[in-house]
């Protein structure tokens, strides 16, 4: 059974950093493209950040909003895909998610739970002096 398992959010200053952890269970990240969505009560969902596996080249996409402050990579030994978020905002606050289907091997992945198969429980992010 498929399982992604989000960590790493937490409290941080304006300006810091932070890295989001999603380990994939029962889902080879080399064959499929993950996406990094983000929602703050209240708003739409909004996709972040997307890999695509291997024979894409491990290809990358940003919203406009983090290009160029985020990074998102993977390591296929762990099955991990990571995001690494720089310089960080206040209106960066949100609940992340990590999400992927096998049905999507390119970015970007829409950011509906009726469109993506699997979703992790999501790891909150805040931004705040």
């Known amino acids: 059974q498929v399982q992604l398992v989000e960590s790493g959010g937490g409290l941080v200053q304006p300006g810091g950093s932070l890295r989001l952890s999603c380990v994939a269970s029962?889902?080879?990240?080399?064959?499929?493209?993950i996406g990094w969505f983000r929602q703050v009560p209240g708003n739409e969902r909004e996709g972040v950040a997307c890999?695509?596996?291997?024979?894409?080249?491990?290809?990358?996409q940003y919203s406009d909003s983090v290009k160029g402050r985020f990074t998102i990579s993977t390591d296929s030994a762990k099955n991990t895909v990571y995001l690494q978020m720089n310089s960080l905002k206040p209106e960066d606050s949100a609940v992340y998610y990590c999400?992927?289907?096998?049905?999507?091997?390119?970015?970007?992945?829409?950011?509906?739970?009726?469109?993506?198969?699997?979703w992790g429980k999501g790891t909150q992010v805040t931004v705040s002096s």
């Open positions: 999400a992927a289907d096998k049905a999507w091997r390119h970015c970007p992945l829409p950011p509906y739970s009726y469109a993506i198969d699997h």
């Open positions: 029962d889902f080879d990240l080399d064959f499929y493209a």
């Open positions: 890999i695509e596996g291997r024979d894409s080249g491990h290809s990358t």
